[in-house]
């Protein structure tokens, strides 16, 4: 039976959940794996916290050296979330050749260079699986199972709080400061909300998925973010009268080497996959140029399942001869021009225009002259004589080319503003 020592940086929600699974599988995973894994050392303040969860007190400290020299434990994993201590706690258990698990993705996305140099240096495994949609194993689905393709494309929604408040807003036209305010409550989003609602958690986690599936650096400064903070209810009962739902996408694209990564709120159609995951739920649609599309739909956040993800990360850790890091350090830095694209897509526009004869053809001609076609146009009974509400989905154009077009409708005497512009996916 092979012994495996574990310290955990923090007894959090997810230091908890990893805890509690740990203890309640450790029979089975001795008789399932061969693998004795025992939590050797805990880092944590709180002491009633430890109690709780019936940790053995003596092997409670506040001290990193208490962990780092324990030559009992081989993998550290951490939970503290944040820049720092994790990133020098983590340095640290590496230069002592200790493997680490994590799910800090903020940390890791802005920090794998030095992680894995670190790592690299005494030979130690880098272990991610919890720092993206949680429970739901996408690195290794990425890394292992579709090792074969060429992944194209890969759509997401990779944050459980804001498809908890836009799913709100669809299904029962709650705005978004009510939808906000029960996240709130239910425990699903923040106190403050914002590396949530403004797109950043869902930027780390493109970003390593990115790096992973195209084999190249797509570092966070890289993704293009946009947050569902000025979504206006109006657009998500508009866009369900022409079929589609709106979703905080985290999207990469990689054409011919270009690649384009960004986290926006974008239209699907209500009859795509992505449409139907509701709630705090996450799913990640890929594609790879031999298997097609797959999609990976679970719990991307939450004691247990993220628990799950780190203790599949420590067993993961635990069987290998040696020790596995997927080789980004070599490639630095990269130079962000790369990631200046202008890939295309179908728009939503919606705009008060004035109710007026010619207005619509006014805007149509500067579209055409845009060369964007319109697929479909929807204009409502107006408010008022300067708000007749017009909502525009075009044929695919780029983006440079909406937003030009849109620059000269603002123009236009007859408009008096364009108030949205989404992107729409297939
Ligand atoms: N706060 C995240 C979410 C989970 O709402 O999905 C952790 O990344």
């Known amino acids: ?35 004795d894994v025992e939590v050797k050392a805990v880092l944590e303040k709180n002491l009633d916290r430890a109690k709780q969860l019936g940790v053995d007190l003596k092997i409670v400290s506040t001290d990193i050296a208490d962990v780092v020299k324990n030559p009992d434990i081989s993998i550290v994993a951490e939970f503290f979330g944040g820049i720092e201590p994790a990133r020098t706690f983590l340095l640290e258990a590496l230069k002592a050749g200790k ?99 403004e797109g950043f958690d869902a930027t780390y986690k493109i970003s390593i998925l990115s790096t992973l ?60 996959p992505l449409a139907s995951v509701k709630g705090s739920f996450n799913a990640v649609y890929l594609h790879g140029d031999s298997v097609d599309d797959i999609m990976l739909y679970g719990r991307g956040a939450g004691a247990l399942p993220t628990g799950s993800a780190i203790v599949s990360d420590i067993l993961f850790a635990a069987k290998q001869s040696e020790a596995k890091r997927y080789p980004y350090a070599e490639k630095g830095k990269s130079d962000l021009k790369e990631f200046d694209t202008d890939f295309v897509s179908k728009y939503y526009i919606r705009l008060k225009a004035a109710d007026e004869e010619g207005t619509l053809a006014k805007i149509t001609h500067v579209l055409g002259k845009e060369n964007i076609n319109i697929e479909s146009v929807l204009q409502k009974k107006p408010i008022s004589s300067d708000n007749a509400p017009i909502v525009f989905v075009t044929d695919k154009t780029a983006e440079s080319n909406i937003k030009k077009a849109v620059e000269e409708i603002k123009n236009l005497g007859a408009v008096k503003e364009v108030d949205a512009l989404y992107r729409v996916e297939e």
């Open 1 to 35: 039976m092979k012994k495996v020592g574990v310290a955990l940086l923090g007894l959090g929600t997810v230091g908890g959940g990893t805890y509690e699974i740990l203890v309640k599988n450790r029979e089975y995973f001795r008789e399932t794996l061969g693998l």
């Open 99 to 197: 493997s680490i698990v994590t799910a800090n993705k903020e940390l890791f996305s802005k920090h794998w260079y030095e992680l894995e140099a670190a790592a690299k240096q005494t030979g130690a495994g880098l272990y991610f699986e919890a720092s993206c949609v949680g429970g739901v194993p996408i690195i290794r689905t990425i890394e292992e199972g579709m090792q074969s393709n060429k992944i194209e494309q890969i759509k997401g929604i990779i944050n459980g709080t804001t498809n908890y408040i836009l799913t709100a807003m669809s299904d029962e036209g709650a705005d978004y400061a009510a939808a906000l305010k029960r996240a709130q409550e239910l425990g699903y989003a923040e106190f403050d909300p914002t590396a949530d609602v």
């Open 213 to 272: 599936a195209y084999h190249k650096r797509v570092p966070v400064e890289a993704v293009k973010r946009e947050g569902i903070s000025k979504v206006d209810a109006v657009d998500i009962q508009i866009g369900k009268e022409l079929g589609y739902t709106m979703k905080l996408l985290a999207l990469s694209k990689n054409v011919n080497g270009k690649i384009e990564a960004r986290v926006a709120p974008v239209f699907v159609p209500t009859s795509h």
